[in-house]
């Protein structure tokens, strides 16, 4: 089973996740950890962007200066395209190699804050919604991040509605409950999956 999971910021999709590797054993693919490593020297992703951008926004050690990057992109915002044209593509190159070499039985989740705008859907055989409301996702990122009310405010309204996240997800994970009222939810789907499959 390969499964998608997404949500807004603060939505609690690590609650979710970790529940999923602990009681299901699942093997956990974040597309931002994928990144990060493609991003990192010797990366597969870093070798392109070091042709296609200015050395001034690379570190010493071949790194990218995030700070430099940031703001040459938010200067050049087709930058910023490119670079996920570059990025975006190698991610998923390496999510299915994982799946391919995953056994039939194995439960493999794929989270990314992008799993619906980069047509996961298309690999992936149920996309869940881990759903909780803007009040309860801002005090979760106030008090667990420390993120101030202009930044909150910035990162939701980068992301896709409530409604949009609906129509591109299969299953609503409610979490503005307990983890307990959570954590039944994900296992009554996750059987439901099962069941499915084995008729």
Known sequence: MVLGVTG??????????????????????????????????????IAVLKERFPAT?????????????AAFIFQNPEKRAEMNG???????????????????EELVVIEAALLIEEHYDEICDVMWYIYSSEDHRRRRLME??????ARIRAMMKSQLTEQQFKAGCDV??????SLEDTYAQIKENIQTWKDKMER
């Open 57 to 69: 926004v690379f570190t010493g050690d071949g790194e990218i200066d995030r700070e430099k990057m």
């Open 172 to 177: 609503v994970i409610d979490n503005d409950g």
């Open 8 to 45: 807004g910021v603060g939505a609690g999709k690590s609650v979710v996740l970790e529940f999923l590797k602990n009681e299901y054993h699942a093997t956990i693919l974040m597309a931002d950890d994928i990144a990060k490593t493609l991003l990192a020297p010797g990366g597969e992703a």
């Open 144 to 149: 667990n991040r420390g993120y101030s009310e």
């Open 86 to 104: 570059v990025v975006f593509p190698l991610v998923r190159q390496y999510i299915c190699e994982k799946i391919s070499r995953s056994a039939p």
